[in-house]
Structures are given as C-alpha cells and as structure tokens.
C-alpha cells in the first residue's frame, strides 16, 4: 500500500532537520568561573579599588564578588541604607560599586554585588547613625528563645530593649555573629527585597550575590513580631469557635505556641526565608534579566536546614538561585571533598562555585582544591577572600602562585 503523500512529506522533513541538528556545531562550554570574594575593606577608597580590580586581572580571575551591603549600610551612592562609616574620608562622589563595575568591565571581568541579607550589625560595634536599621526598626531584629520571654514585655522602641539584645548577643559572640534582620515581619521582608532591588535597578552587575541568608541558629527568632505572625498563621485556618478553643488551650504567652506546635514553628520559619529568596529572585529579575541570582551557603545541605533553617537544596531544586556557593572551607582534603560532595549533588540542576578557603591554606592546598572542585564538577571557585590574600603573610605572590599553578592554560 503506498503510504500518503503527507506521510512521506512529514518523514522528508524530519529528516532534514535531524540532519540539520547533527550538523550544527556544539555549543561552546561556559568558561570556569575564577572568582574572589573581596570584602568591603577593599572598597574604601579609590585607590584600594583600582589595585583590587588590577590584582584580580593579574591572577586570571573572571569575576569578583564585591561586599556592597556589609552591616546593612551602602557601599554605593544613593542607596535605602546609610552610606558606609568606612567611607567617611571619601567625597560622596565616590562610589565603590560604580568605579569596580567601570574598571572590571573594561578588563572583561564580571561584577556581582555580594549583600548579607540578614545580618545588620556586630553587637560589638554598632552603627553610629540612627538612620540605621537597628535603630529605626529594632522590632524587626531577631531574638533568641533564651531571652524571649524577657523582650516580649519590653517596648521594642525603648533603649533597653536593643540594650538587652546587644548584650545577650556580645555575650555568645562565638555563635553568634551579630544583629539579624528577622525575615518574617512582612515590613521587615519587604525592605530587605526593597534594598536588593535598587542596586539590581541602579547598577549594570551581572549578578547580585547572597550571604548569611540564613537565620543565626534555629535557637531564633522569637521575637514578638515573629511569635505573633506564627500565632496569627495557626489561626488563619481556623473558624470562629477553633480560634477560642487554641487560643484558650496555648494561652497568653507568645512563647507558649512554638512550643505547642514545633514542627509547624520550624516549618513556619523555613518558609518565611524560602518566601524571601523567591520575591528576591523575583525583584531582581524583574530589573536585570540577564543577572545571575547566587547565595553562600553551608555546604552540608542537612546541616543547613536542621542548625540554620537554610534549606538551599530546596532553593536550588527549584530554581530559586542559579548558582550555589557552598562554603567548603574545611583545610583538610578529604573534609573539603565531602563538603564539596555532598553540595554538588544536593544542587541538583544548579550551577555550584566551590567556595575555598584560601584564607587558610598554602598557595599549593587552594591549588589542589581548585583541582579537585573541576573533578567533582563545579562549574567555577571563588576564593576567600581576596582581602586575606593579598595582606601579610601572604602578599601579591599568592595570587601569582595559585594563578600560574591552576589557572595557566
């Protein structure tokens, strides 16, 4: 039976356009990340910029991280937070972000402006102006259960409540890192997307960075804001005479429905974080298409969730960032493998940049970690930190020795 004409005509065409797909040549692989993440410090003048931006060239880096919200303040003109203390000296022209993405760009190296999300303050040193978060919406800071009940009563807006707070938190300054910005008081989430959209709005980066998104432990936060919008969420659902019925069985203490529902409070928590990285990625979307959304991460995935509350396999999983940093900072070579592992698989789909701990180890240890990223298949490294690196012991030979050794083609 002869079959029909637009039978043989479909056959014809697919034909062609298998043979036209094996013919096209394959595309070119992305070129390997080589990255440094560069802290503030380095931004404060321009002189530290240019040598900055010089190194990075001269050690065959492509792309630099620059520190442009530290403690919650503006290494940039113009922006919703206070201009950084470090900047005092310098004329309000100047403007670090600006001048590293003019010099970088014309070196063809790429700039992504790296901003801690949750972390405002060192409970050591805090902000001079009352401009400052800490300041304006100290209701907004994390607590911990340790002292919940204690600032529940007190008047977020008096001193004796950030007094409190500071105190408590110098206290366990060995796990403690300072002051965080709770990302569950909706205000509070809304100014934190608030701030990375005007640098995504503002500046030509080719991506924003995250850091310490993430809560301090999952000892936090309890304080009354958070502990409300928990209470509020468990009720949501309820008709009128459940509400009085829960609300009767917890009682008054705010305190008293973590307890009650633990699982539902974890749970609670994850997904104000995870509802924040997503209007983040939504944000900077919305006003840089093309830039690159990646998070530093605990590179133990469980380890993440369960101490942290950070679930970024989940992040990952579902495209809320594009690139994983997973802080392998381990020096010794097999803890580096594991950590490096066990990020890479959890990624997923997911680019992953090996954050090394260069800060810590010999020119020729970052050398071989370098090497052992590419064979676990990390799509690119980032160094830290190129402010460690460059300073006494180790000076400029540093770059030069890991960048002749891993980078030379």
Request: glycine letters at 6%; a positive charge; charged letters at 25%.
């Amino acid at each position: 039976m002869r079959r029909p004409v637009a039978v043989l005509l479909a056959g014809l065409l697919a034909a062609v356009f298998l043979a036209t797909l094996a013919a096209a040549p394959p595309k070119p692989p992305e070129p390997e990340v080589r990255a440094l993440w560069v802290k503030s410090a380095s931004l404060t003048s321009p002189a530290a910029v240019a040598a900055m931006v010089k190194s990075a060239k001269a050690g065959g880096f492509n792309t630099l991280l620059v520190q442009v919200r530290a403690r919650g303040d503006a290494f940039f003109t113009g922006g919703l937070e206070p201009r950084a203390e470090a900047l005092a000296a310098q004329p309000d022209s100047f403007d670090p972000l600006a001048e590293t993405i003019r010099l970088a760009h014309a070196r063809g190296i790429r700039v992504h402006a790296w901003m801690d999300i949750a972390l405002v303050s060192s409970a050591t040193w805090l902000p001079a102006s009352r401009a400052h978060v800490i300041y304006r919406h100290p209701e907004w800071l994390m607590v911990p259960r340790a002292i919940a009940r204690e600032m529940s009563v007190l008047d977020p807006q008096s001193q004796l409540y950030l007094d409190k707070l500071t105190r408590w938190t110098k206290a366990q300054g060995a796990n403690v890192e300072g002051l965080f910005v709770s990302p569950i008081p909706a205000d509070a989430a809304d100014a934190t997307v608030a701030v990375v959209a005007d640098v995504a709005a503002r500046y030509a980066v080719d991506g924003i960075h995250l850091d310490y998104v993430r809560y301090p432990s999952d000892e936090f936060d309890y304080s009354r804001a958070a502990l409300e919008a928990f209470r509020d969420d468990v009720l949501s659902g309820l008709d009128e005479p459940a509400r009085r019925q829960r609300e009767q069985a917890v009682g008054p203490d705010l305190t008293a429905w973590p307890e009650a529902l633990p699982d539902r409070w974890r749970a609670f928590r994850i997904a104000r974080l995870t509802d924040l990285v997503a209007r983040i990625r939504a944000s900077v979307k919305a006003r840089r298409k093309g830039a690159i959304l990646s998070a530093a991460v605990v590179p133990d995935p469980a380890e993440a969730e369960s101490r942290r509350l950070q679930p970024w396999g989940e992040w990952a999983q579902r495209g809320l960032l594009d690139v994983v940093c997973p802080m392998a900072y381990a020096a010794d070579r097999d803890a580096f493998t594991g950590q490096l592992s066990q990020a890479t698989k959890a990624a997923g789909p997911q680019a992953v940049w090996a954050g090394i701990g260069a800060y810590r180890l010999s020119s020729s240890e970052t050398v071989e970690n370098i090497r052992l990223a590419r064979r676990l298949g990390a799509a690119g490294v980032v160094l830290f930190s190129y402010d460690a690196l460059v300073s006494p012991p180790r000076g400029l030979e540093y770059l030069d020795r890991v960048s002749r050794a891993a980078f030379a083609q």
